[in-house]
């Protein structure tokens, strides 16, 4: 049977410290949701993204970075995902932006 075009081809979820973040990557698009750094869950506007990375947020959160050209919006997910959403995004998404350390220079 084949795939179902509604069905995502990853499906992560966290909650950390009352944030709830989910990032879902289909075969032909990437979605996202966040309420860490914002007042409620809001979806990330994926249509502005310019880039995206993964960066360290603290020992038991990765954040994905997701750059917009007002903001960065941060998605974050459990340490044991950051490798194979790393995979599932620059699949969907390309190479990530470097590391946001190297741009403060």
Do not use: K
């Amino acid at each position: 049977m084949p795939d179902s075009p509604v069905l995502p081809t990853l499906d992560l979820q966290h909650t950390w410290r009352g944030a709830l973040c989910r990032v879902r990557v289909f075969r032909d698009r990437v979605t996202a949701e966040t309420s860490y750094e914002r007042e409620t869950l809001l979806p990330v506007p994926m249509e502005a993204v310019q880039g995206w990375r993964i960066e360290e947020c603290d020992v038991d959160a990765v954040c994905v970075e997701f750059v917009t050209p007002e903001d960065v919006w941060r998605v974050l997910l459990s340490p044991a995902d950051e490798a194979v959403a790393d995979l599932a995004l620059r699949s969907a998404l390309g190479v990530p932006l470097p590391p946001a350390s190297s741009e403060r220079g």
